[in-house]
């Protein structure tokens, strides 16, 4: 099918500067989104994901100016995710100019969240962010399950029967994060992704474990997502998003030139 | 120049607003009516649902169309070309009917919403198009696509169906992806655009 595979940097903003990501030479301002987000745009990135890790509530304010800053000059679809609380905050960083909002525990809290704004919005604005975590136990062997709150709270949620309902709710793509992966640079969980591609229709960002351009064709291909989420790989200034999509090219992939 | 993007209630007319500003024209923000000669062009932004557009767009519709009947350029972008139909299958209300033919929702084996980029190929000569490949990359978010005369399609996406992706009839240009989220290609082909705006 003509639609390419996507590579998406995902770069963390605290109080308003990149937080991570900051190894690229040459920068002015170390740490500017709008700086590193044009970078990554010239390196091929096929589109962005901030995620607002900022801790207090007033400082997140912040975030809205720095939607608003990157929104200026940004000619790739950019996505923000992180300490949306309401379906207001969905709205104000949606109205500052971010093509997609990225909801996760206020989705799980109130999943009408999703049907309000996937109705004034469309759907192809509303990423539903999934931090899954496989949970064993001792009688049935266990099961993934949703964690919210940063990946701190357990909601209990079987993983592919939220998202099955996040999808008909009204979600236009998901943001799957393996929490067990997620840091270790040890690869995707590609058993997870494949559960996940293969129970809805919406397209599949995958996230967490990525360490290297093989991780990406992996879970591209053998978990059949529609998009690779990777930070480290790109922020040290190992690859360009422009390296893995020729790799991938090269493995009959199909990429945007 | 001086273009009016039509405020219908949905998110994001600020990447459309700001994709023209870099290319030197004045932008402004139209809601409800408007007097159609400040205009050298209009821009129906894309992003929301056909009803909820439909609504939003009410008190702006009379405008929009004696703009039109004036001659002048009217540029849709993904749910903005859908408006330029009379109806859609993503709900009631009727649109702008400047266009024949039907919105539809995307079925079959593919993925929905079709999300991402695109390999976008020339069907007919068009002036938009100047200066491009005859395949350019396009980025794509919509569940719902046009389906027009055939006459007026100057280029198609593959997408399970093969979907029109930019539509021309006389001053009422569509385009199904998004030119402001598009790199390189969409630069052009808006330059273009303002070029055709300008002749």
């Known amino acids: ?257 | 120049m001086y273009i009016g993007v039509i405020d219908y209630g949905a998110s994001n007319l600020f990447g459309v607003a700001e994709a023209l500003r870099r290319e030197g024209a004045s932008v402004s923000m139209i809601k409800g009516r408007f007097l159609p000669s400040r205009f050298d062009l209009l821009v129906l932004p894309g992003v929301g649902s056909f009803p909820y557009a439909v609504n939003g767009l009410k008190d702006a519709k009379e405008s929009i169309i004696e703009f039109r009947s004036n001659g002048g350029i009217i540029f849709g972008i993904c749910l903005g070309l859908h408006l330029f139909f009379m109806s859609s299958e993503e709900g009631n209300g009727k649109g702008l009917a400047f266009l024949d033919g039907k919105v539809r929702r995307i079925t079959g084996i593919v993925k929905v919403p079709h999300m991402g980029w695109s390999n976008t190929k020339l069907s007919q000569p068009t002036e938009l198009w100047d200066g491009m490949h005859e395949e350019e990359w396009f980025y794509y978010a919509h569940s719902y696509f046009a389906d027009p005369p055939p006459g007026t399609v100057k280029a198609r996406v593959d997408y399970g169906i093969n979907m029109a992706a930019v539509v021309v009839e006389k001053n009422v240009i569509g385009v199904q992806f998004h030119p402001e989220k598009s790199a390189t290609a969409g630069k052009k082909l808006l330059r273009n655009l303002l070029m055709m705006v300008r002749r």
């Not at chain 1, 801790?55 to 975030?63: D, F, K, L, N, P």
């Not at chain 1, 104000?92 to 093509?99: F, M, P, Q, T």
């Not at chain 1, 989705?107 to 192809?124: R, W």
């Not at chain 1, 879970?219 to 059949?224: D, E, P, R, S, Y």
């Open chain 1, 1 to 257: 099918m003509a639609v390419a595979k996507r590579i998406i940097p995902c770069l963390d903003v605290d109080g308003g500067s990149v937080v991570k990501g900051i190894n690229f030479k040459g920068l002015k301002g170390a740490g500017d989104p709008v700086e590193l987000a044009s970078r990554y745009r010239d390196q091929g990135a096929d589109e962005l994901v901030f995620l607002d890790i900022t801790a207090t509530v007033e400082a997140r304010r912040i975030m809205f100016d720095v939607v608003k800053d990157v929104a200026k000059v940004l000619d790739i679809p950019f996505t923000v995710g992180g300490g949306i609380r309401t379906f207001e905050d969905a709205r104000a960083i949606l109205w500052s100019g971010a093509d997609k909002v990225s909801i996760n525990t206020v989705a799980v809290q109130d999943p009408s969240v999703i049907t309000k704004l996937s109705d004034a919005y469309g759907a192809q604005c509303i990423v539903l962010a999934v931090d899954a975590k496989w949970v064993s136990n001792d009688k049935r062997g266990g099961n993934y399950q949703v964690y919210t709150h940063g990946g701190r709270v357990n909601s209990g949620l079987d993983v592919i029967n939220w998202i099955r309902k996040g999808v008909e709710l009204g979600a236009g793509e998901v943001l799957l994060t393996s929490i067990d992966r997620d840091g270790t640079q040890s690869g995707y969980d590609i058993e997870l992704t494949k559960k996940v591609t293969g129970a809805v229709e919406a397209p599949v960002i995958a996230s967490g474990g990525c360490g290297s351009p093989e991780h990406i064709l992996d879970v591209l291909k053998a978990g059949n997502a529609d998009a690779a989420l990777a930070a480290s790989i790109f922020h040290y200034g190992k690859y360009t998003p422009e390296e893995v999509k020729l790799y991938l090219k090269n493995r009959g992939l199909t990429v945007r030139a």
